[in-house]
């Protein structure tokens, strides 16, 4: 079976310094991952990581679209949208321009809201000509056994969205490296199964969703004082070293020292401590489906397949 040589994964913002990675590279047959860095001022640079060998890079954010809102727009498949949007055609002018006011939304500018105050995502439905809110979700983003649904992809506010950071990736690197003639891109799952696209395309992209991820490597927040923790908790992204390690075994995972210690100290005190771990959960989550011991996951659908896209490692029959 052939794998990719080298292996990233990044938790993507809309704010340079928020955006980080984490990374694996095939050395002497062996995986080593090293510590977790800053995306580079220009995202392109990643393909610098090593140059001349094979990338397959996790994003975490929505790679497809709602297939209501497809339906609304005339467009087939997530590849034919950025087709569009790569050729500037008139219809997608706005596109970009996240909506400010409910009159500003529109189905072919459909993020919204621009600030916030006043807002609901009632507007969103109704501007996109959609019967409820529901269809603002993609399948794989609805809610599973294990985790809570994420957030729709066109929605703008609050600590959970991650329209604006699609929007951002979108432009400054998928667009960008689909116009680039010498970048042989596959993107999964929409151009066909995961081990395929990896021998036969020098890059891959894929999306990858960390809460998916980290109920398959034993991520668990405790409970502190009686109250709830999360990934923002240093002491509770510490307590998660354990499973980290276990599973960096049963992988024979080669940790250099400062990743180690990364784990070891929950990846800091610093405000970018949630957005490393996120980086390395959903980095280590991609191994767990190259090692195969975690499936791929499944659309369940050519149609989905085509416009709304998969979480790696996502199985449908976990979706509630």
């Known amino acids: 079976m052939i794998l990719p040589d080298v292996v990233v994964h990044c938790d993507w913002s809309l704010r340079a310094n928020k955006r980080i990675y984490a990374a694996a590279e095939r050395l002497n047959g062996r995986w080593t991952l090293h510590q977790t860095d800053l995306v580079p001022a220009d995202p392109l640079d990643l393909l610098l990581y090593r140059p001349g060998k094979s990338l397959f890079i996790g994003l975490d ?8 809102w497809a339906k609304q727009v005339n467009v087939q498949s997530f590849r034919q949208l950025l087709s569009q949007l790569g050729r500037g055609d008139s219809r ?30 009632q507007f969103l439905v109704d501007g996109l000509n959609l019967h409820d809110a529901d269809q603002l979700r993609r399948l794989c983003d609805q809610a599973t056994d294990y985790r809570r649904a994420a957030a729709p992809l066109f ?3 609050g600590a959970q969205q991650v329209g604006k950071a699609a929007l951002s990736a979108w432009r400054e690197l998928l667009l960008p490296l689909l116009a680039n003639p010498t970048v042989n891109l596959a993107l999964w799952p929409f151009d066909g199964d995961l081990f395929d696209l990896i021998s036969q395309n020098q890059l891959l992209l894929a999306e990858v969703y960390p809460a998916e991820m980290g109920h398959h490597i034993g991520i668990e927040f405790p409970t502190i004082d009686r109250k709830k923790t999360g990934k923002r908790s240093q002491l509770a992204r510490k307590h998660n070293a354990a499973p980290i390690f276990a599973l960096a075994d049963r992988l024979s995972l080669q940790l250099d020292e400062a990743l180690q210690a990364e784990i070891k100290n929950g990846f800091g005190d610093a405000a970018d401590g949630e957005d490393r771990f996120d980086a390395f959960i959903g980095l280590l989550g991609m191994l767990l489906v190259l090692s195969q011991q975690l499936d791929q996951g499944r659309p369940p659908s050519d149609t989905i397949t085509q416009t709304e896209g998969w979480l790696l490692g996502l199985s449908t029959a976990s979706i509630k």
């Open 92 to 121: 997608w002018q706005s596109f970009f321009d996240v909506a400010e006011t409910a009159a500003d939304i529109s189905p072919t500018r459909p993020f919204y809201p621009l600030k916030a105050g006043g807002t609901k995502r």
């Open 155 to 157: 929605w703008t506010m």
């Open 61 to 68: 954010l929505p790679l497809g679209m709602p297939q209501a």
